[in-house]
T-cell receptor, first 113, second 115 residues
Framework: AQSVTQLGSHVSVSEGALVLLRCNYS??????LFWYVQYPNQGLQLLLK??????LVKGINGFEAEFKKSETSFHLTKPSAHMSDAAEYFC???????????FGQGTELSVKP | EPEVTQTPSHQVTQMGQEVILRCVPI?????FYWYRQILGQKVEFLVS????????KSEIFDDQFSVERPDGSNFTLKIRSTKLEDSAMYFC?????????????FGPGTRLTVL
């Protein structure tokens, strides 16, 4: 069975600081991994995804994530936080055929001026 | 830009009552999904729907739940007799096709409160 664990339900960084949101997965087959972001009163929006190929994937708004099979991780990073990055971030996994997404519990990112 | 819409944004109901949550997926999408998030817990998959039938459902999606595409635009989730534990944020999503390269687009959610 597949599962996703996000370490830290709440992360706070200063504007301009590095953002690191952690995601570990468990899967018996090669996973397909996603990061979604949810701004207040909006739906979940896809930030980036890993399916095959290059393990470092770049997404929107300057975010990127690296798939590390040996560590079963897919951590999300951004070199310099902006106030507009404040939101909730969800890591998710699915099987090769697509379909249902299995989510982590979410991490709320706060950005301090 | 096309988006998934959901109504109402917040629904309050009494235990035992029926509720219908409504979603309008993106118009050319063929796959539809419902997820829910109980406060403080993970977003959980409920059901997927394609070609007017359920393609996959989770253990949560028992006989109290049903989905329907009553016309060419709406996709609904019905809970027949609500329980306190049904209180959650319910998200609708749609995708053009099923594979991993087909992004699921999510609506803003309906917050259901069962009293």
């Amino acid at each position: 069975a597949q599962s996703v664990t996000q370490l830290g339900s709440h992360v706070s960084v200063s504007e301009g600081a590095l953002v690191l949101l952690r995601c570990n997965y468990s899967s018996s087959v090669p996973p397909y991994l996603f990061w979604y972001v949810q701004y207040p009163n909006q739906g979940l929006q896809l930030l980036l995804k890993y399916t095959t190929g290059a393990t470092l994937v770049k997404g929107i708004n300057g975010f990127e994530a690296e798939f590390k099979k040996s560590e079963t991780s897919f951590h999300l990073t951004k070199p310099s936080a902006h106030m507009s990055d404040a939101a909730e971030y969800f890591c998710a996994v699915t099987l090769k055929g697509g379909g249902k997404l299995i989510f982590g519990q979410g991490t709320e990112l706060s950005v301090k001026p | 830009e096309p988006e998934v819409t959901q109504t109402p944004s917040h629904q309050v109901t009494q235990m035992g009552q029926e509720v219908i949550l409504r979603c309008v997926p993106i118009s050319n999408h063929l796959y539809f999904y419902w997820y829910r998030q109980i406060l403080g817990q993970k977003v959980e998959f409920l059901v997927s729907f394609y070609n007017n039938e359920i393609s996959e459902k989770s253990e949560i999606f028992d006989d109290q739940f049903s989905v329907e595409r009553p016309d060419g635009s709406n996709f609904t989730l019905k809970i027949r007799s609500t329980k306190l534990e049904d209180s959650a944020m319910y998200f609708c999503a749609s995708s053009e096709a099923r594979g991993v390269n087909n992004e699921q687009f999510f609506g803003p959610g309906t917050r259901l409160t069962v009293l």
